[in-house]
């Protein structure tokens, strides 16, 4: 074997194996050849077992009788076979507090090792308060499964996970980012410096990876317990396992409370288990197994069977408490009723029947499970002991416990750790206890965690609250609970920072002396920029209207004016027309306030939302002055946040000017500085305009892989509208390669988003688009009557803010379809009122577009010099912003009528030559856009397109002339 190991490594083979495989994790290496023998099977050994979880603490102390649950252990073990098949299970199991979901898997991984199976198990506890704790099952997990122990340090978590990683092979890219997780050095700087969104992104692709090559050594089983107490966090990872999950050897099981329902859809390898209470054979059954015989007086099985009412939990408690009552006492083996039911009194409740066993533990037992409940319902004994004052007792007490079934030991090695056998238990403990005693000992388990994590603390934020909070320190709760929602808004974790925001406002009017009102101001902000995020307006206005009358109750100036700013900002992001008054009103009076108060800040972001009240006036050359006036003062001073949004808008202003060049780094610049301010609305907006230009410049891939990076933050941080936009801005993407069915589909998708969010801005422009797919799909009557439709209500101010902009990008539409409909004078008439708006603002493409419009219209009619004149301009225009989806169409106009005007006329020969030129241009740039297509799909749907066709043809013909 020698030969075989590593340096430094130690193999074993089959026979070892079976010895060791209980105390040491070990890796399957397959059959390995030996010189001079037969092949044999070996192991590589990784490291010892350190820590022993509830199965196998159970084992040791013998298990809890299953009965009634035969159809669904063979389920579970059926679905197994499955997975060692390479086809990935999931199993959600739900059911009442105590009906024995727990004690159902314990079977079953019970009955796999009893076969040998070689599987992977790694379990994860939810729990109560932990929803506002991100990955807590799985960071038990990965806690399990490198063998980190509670108090090892980032030098032993960081080996041990490093270890096992290069050990497992293929997975050196993601070991930054499961380190990251663990709330380790990262050992990439990048890891550190990434936006939190794709930063969160690469940890869950990096945990999926984790699994995946776990899996492809041998089968896991990964283990959720108690979901109704899930975290957003985890919910998200699952949802993106659940996609990997059917074609590995993996079994997801989810267990849960009846009333919780699991996020996760429905699909073929989809099981659900709902346990049900036990019948009265059953629970005699298993009070038998408890009691050590079948033998029961009547007068008892009526006691069980009134008392527990079919849970099993219930049957084990009853049983128990009938013995620790004296009623029934052990002889010969056997059980003897030595008492009567009526002599004893035995609680009416399970609740109560539980604090009878605790009472019977006498005063130091009952201490102890008291004061371990308020930690929680898992518990280190360090922690435990720091709160107990019980120096020298707490190990016999606690082995106690465990010899009791009161509690379970988690971990061993070096730290022992230990979990309730069931959440019922630590609450009837907890609620046991003088609410004076809870609240002093949630103050001392706070306190200690404080002295044990005084390096780790923000891994703590949620804990601490939970415990200040309930133990009444109102001074710490508020900075606990305010930390939380900070670290939560800044990951883009917007209901859990609202939360926390909400109770940290709740506490606040408890603490004493009176927080300084900017305090509370502050937090009214943060809950309107999060609110601002989801794109959830009237929430964010409401919350700066908040901060506004404290600020001005408080005669802080400087508060003021921000919320003042904020409010602009709020009433703007609502594109509707209605709010453009007070986007106005707001804006100046804070330029105002923050003049006479020399608040450069405040004067610097009131000129950027000035110059956003002249963009949607459709003054953009105003709009720019304001913007670049306020980006000097920015910079200057350092405002990120008023440099990401100038830079924002002078990008969006530049690619609606076609100024595509400009807008590109613009908009990168501040994509750049918002990630580094955590503003991830802002960040999105110029991502948008990013994408646009890109795909204005024919660079399809490049936009494509902008729009999923967006789709993916968007949704990532539930901000609606830029999700809505960009899948409007992806329909458009498939527009321009001639796709016209899938862009139908996205266009469909961003009306439905912007009408459920009440965004005008939105459902207008997929409604614009829509149009034109009906259009270009030949469903020309029902193209003309939507955006007839639409003009209407652009018109009437029914669609909000910037009339400007969509009454230009309507009247070129309309000009196309009335052309295909063969009424050139109404569509001419559309295309001035498309030209007359671009030349107003600036619009470029918009001018070229209505150029094109007027050229074809021009030709239509016979007038074929205001044809090539205008044609001309169009392709002027289209090669001066390089546009190439106006290239193209314009150069294939110009060339037909050039060709036309040579076979024509003697003297106009040299057209020949001018045709044929431009013809080539016209076929170059359709060869260019269809070989930067983002796949080959796409590709041949833009060469199959029937516009492109014909000009293929038609170029062709006129190369020949």
């Known amino acids: 074997m020698q030969h075989i190991a590593r340096p430094g490594s130690v193999v074993v083979t089959e026979a070892t194996h079976r010895v060791i495989s209980s105390f040491f994790e070990t890796l399957d290496l397959s059959e390995m050849s030996i010189k001079g023998h037969a092949p044999v099977r070996a192991w590589e050994v990784l490291r010892p077992r350190l820590r022993r979880s509830r199965f196998d603490a159970s084992v040791e102390r013998g298990l809890t009788p299953l009965v009634g649950r035969v159809h669904e252990v063979a389920t579970l073990i059926e679905r197994f076979t499955e997975v060692k098949a390479g086809r990935g299970q999931v199993v959600f199991i739900s059911g009442d507090a105590g009906i024995g979901k727990s004690r159902l898997l314990l079977e079953v991984r019970r009955k796999l090792a009893e076969a040998g199976e070689a599987v992977t198990w790694l379990e994860g506890q939810c729990i109560s308060f932990g929803q506002s704790i991100p990955f807590l099952p799985l960071l038990d997990q990965l806690r399990e499964n490198f063998s980190i122990e509670e108090f090892d340090g980032e030098p032993e978590i960081i080996a041990k996970v490093e270890h096992g990683m290069r050990r497992m092979g293929q997975l050196e890219a993601y070991i930054p980012y499961v380190r990251y997780l663990l709330s380790v050095d990262p050992g990439d700087p990048a890891v550190a410096a990434m936006d939190a969104p794709a930063r969160r992104k690469a940890v869950l692709d990096a945990v999926r990876a984790l699994a995946l090559r776990g899996a492809s050594i041998r089968p896991i089983v990964f283990v959720f317990e108690d979901m109704h107490w899930i975290d957003a966090s985890t919910e998200e990872y699952l949802d993106a396992l659940m996609g990997s999950v059917a074609g590995a050897p993996i079994m997801v099981v989810m267990t849960y409370r009846v009333g919780y329902t699991p996020p996760f859809g429905s699909r073929s390898f989809y099981t659900t288990l709902a346990l049900h209470t036990l019948s009265e054979a059953e629970a005699l059954d298993m009070a038998g197994l408890v009691l050590g015989t079948d033998q029961f007086p009547v007068e008892l099985k009526a006691a069980l069977l009134d008392k527990a009412e079919g849970v099993p939990l219930f049957v084990e408690e009853v049983a128990k408490t009938l013995l620790d009552l004296g009623v029934l006492r052990r002889e010969n083996g056997g059980l003897r009723m030595v008492k009567g039911m009526g002599e004893v009194s035995v609680p009416d409740t399970i609740q109560g029947i539980i604090m009878a066993r605790l009472d019977r533990l006498g005063d130091d037992g009952k201490r102890t499970v008291q004061l371990a409940s308020v930690i929680g319902r898992q518990f280190l004994q360090r922690l435990l002991e720091r709160i107990a004052g019980l120096s020298g007792k707490l190990e016999g007490l606690l082995q106690e416990l465990k010899a009791l079934e009161i509690i379970y030991e988690q971990g061993l090695l070096p730290e022992p750790a230990y979990i309730f056998k069931h959440a019922v238990i630590q609450d009837v403990a907890y609620n046991s206890l003088l609410r004076e005693r809870r609240r002093e000992l949630h103050r001392a388990v706070g306190g200690a965690i404080e002295e044990l994590y005084p390096d780790r603390l923000a891994d703590h934020y949620q804990e601490l609250a939970h415990h200040f909070v309930n133990g009444e320190d109102w001074p710490k709760a508020f900075e606990y609970l305010l930390r939380s929602g900070d670290r939560a808004k800044d990951a883009f974790a917007n209901q859990t920072a609202l939360d926390a925001y909400a109770k940290a406002l709740e506490v606040a009017s408890r603490v004493s002396p009176p927080l300084a009102p900017r305090r509370i101001i ?56 209605e709010h453009v008054p007070q986007t106005k009103a707001f804006a100046e009076e804070a330029f105002r306030l923050g003049s006479e108060i020399g608040d450069e800040e405040a004067v610097a972001k009131s000129l950027s939302q000035l110059g956003l009240v002249y963009q949607m006036e459709g003054d953009l050359v105003k709009g720019d002055e304001k913007l670049e006036e306020s980006l000097r003062i920015s910079e200057a001073r350092g405002f990120k946040d008023a440099i990401a949004q100038n830079l924002t808008w002078l990008g969006a202003h530049a690619d609606w000017r076609g100024e595509f060049h400009k807008a590109i780094p613009l908009c990168r610049r501040a994509e750049e500085t918002a990630r580094e301010n955590h503003d991830g609305l802002t960040e999105l907006i110029a991502l948008a305009f990013r994408c646009l230009a890109l795909i204005g410049l024919g660079e399809h891939a490049q936009g494509l892989a902008v729009i999923n990076e967006g789709l993916t933050k968007a949704r990532d941080r539930e901000t609606v509208w830029v999700n809505a936009r960009l899948t409007n801005s992806l329909g458009w993407l498939y527009q321009e390669l001639g796709d016209y069915r899938r862009a139908t589909e996205l266009d469909r998708e961003s009306q439905e988003l912007g009408h459920r969010i009440k965004n005008q801005n939105v459902e207008v422009s997929a409604l614009i688009n829509i149009g034109y797919d009906h259009f270009h799909l030949g469903e ?182």
């Open 780 to 961: 020309t009557d029902k193209a003309l009557a939507v955006l007839r439709d639409s003009l209407v209500r652009v018109e009437k101010s029914a669609f909000g803010a910037h009339t400007w902009r969509w009454a230009m990008h309507l009247a070129a539409y309309l000009a196309e379809v009335l052309l295909a409909l063969g009424r050139p004078e109404q569509a001419l008439a559309q295309a001035d009122k498309s030209l007359l708006g671009a030349r107003a603002t600036g619009s470029l493409k918009y001018a070229g577009k209505a150029h094109l419009l007027r050229g074809r219209i021009a030709l239509v009619g016979g007038d074929r010099a205001s044809g090539e004149i205008e044609l001309r301009e169009a392709l002027d225009i289209a090669r001066r912003i390089e546009y190439p989806n106006l290239v193209w169409p314009a150069a294939h106009g110009l060339a037909v009528a050039l060709a036309a005007r040579a076979e024509r006329e003697r003297a106009a020969r040299s057209k020949g030559d001018e045709a044929q030129t431009v013809a080539a241009l016209a076929a170059g740039t359709i060869r260019s856009i269809a070989d930067r297509a983002p796949e080959a799909a796409l590709r041949e749907t833009f060469l199959a397109w029937t516009p492109v066709q014909t000009a293929l043809e038609d170029l062709e013909r006129v190369r020949r002339i």
């Open 522 to 577: 502050n937090i009214h902000q943060r809950r309107g920029q999060v609110w601002r995020l989801m794109s959830r307006a009237p929430e964010a206005i409401a919350e700066f209207n908040r901060m506004l009358a404290m600020a001005r109750e408080a005669g802080d100036r400087h508060a003021e004016a921000q919320a003042l700013v904020d409010l602009s900002l709020a009433h703007w992001l609502t594109l509707s027309a």
